[in-house]
């Protein structure tokens, strides 16, 4: 399942990637918008995982 910050954070990385006038992100189709999403549950992952460490 997807959750809202995921969502949020997969949007950040696909504007920053692709720059001023790119597709917005709602207008993509999920086959564009999953390897960002990918990126963003690894993002997440490693944050919770620095997070236990104390690292975060």
Do not use: F
């Not at 720059?19 to 960002?36: E, F, I, K, S």
């Amino acid at each position: 399942m997807i959750d809202e910050l995921q969502w949020a954070i997969a949007k950040k990385i696909y504007e920053c990637r692709n720059g001023a006038g790119c597709v917005p992100w709602h207008r993509l189709p999920a086959l564009t918008q999953n390897p960002y999403l990918s990126d963003a549950a690894a993002a997440m992952s490693a944050m919770k995982e620095m997070d236990k460490r104390g690292e975060a």
